[in-house]
DNA sequence: ATAGTTTATCGCAAATATACGATTAGAATT
DNA sequence: AATTCTAATCGTATATTTGCGATAAACTAT
């Protein structure tokens, strides 16, 4: 429960370390657009996004950092998909924490 | 659908700033604390955390300029939680966010 | 071999983020 | 009025992020 006076702990590393990934609207578009192909590849995400070629390659690379994607080769191109233990990782701990709030406990939710 | 030259869309400029509210450790923690409490002031954020005092003021405005949190004075001390609206917000547009992955559709969910 | 295609990397500039000591501001208490 | 308590803000140093043009690297096709 409590802290050791240097350290967080390991599962808001975890999470924050998502939450960095997607904090750019550039990297939440390219990982909605992984999400709802099965396929994608580099070239045309930079048709998609207003952003140059050496930017969206830098996207990429800190969204591969963070385990959220990866890419396999298929020369001359590379194809990106979604990496699904750290997505399926993520999805629980971003769930539990917006549930753990009090608030998703006791207000009637409106969708 | 598809992005003017210069824009991305407002649910993912939205969601990324939440995003980054929740991309520092130390912001999952405070908030973690404040959703597991429904009363907590600075001076128990600070005692918590192994970070100065100086740093938590700066990370909870950071909370409270994203929406996540807000703060009622009650002199001399200010009492922090959690802002249910955009709470909501933020909660609905992260679910949505990892349901709409095809993994989350096909896949069975180990929990 | 040469040329073309695709994506990563380099180098740079500007902007943001992180952390903390010191100080300030607001309010309550003495 | 002076003191104490709580939290914000200032000033500063350092590190990271963002964006892009230019270039390189890896592979295909001619």
């Excluded at 996004?49 to 950092?65: G, N």
């Excluded at 979604?82 to 549930?99: R, S, V």
Aim: hydrophobic share 35%.
């Amino acid at each position: 429960m409590a802290y050791t006076s240097t350290d967080y702990m390991e599962d808001e590393i975890r999470m924050a370390r998502y939450a960095k990934a997607l904090s750019h609207p550039a990297r939440i578009a390219i990982v909605k657009l992984l999400a709802s192909m099965d396929t994608c590849f580099c070239g045309e995400i930079v048709e998609e996004l207003p952003i140059a070629q050496a930017t969206v390659s830098q996207h990429l690379k800190e969204l591969k950092e963070s385990g959220l994607i990866q890419g396999c080769i298929e020369p001359p191109k590379i194809r990106y998909c979604i990496e699904p233990e750290n997505w399926n990782q993520a999805q629980k701990l971003f769930t539990d924490f917006w549930e753990q709030s009090y608030l998703s406990k006791t207000e009637t939710q409106k969708v």
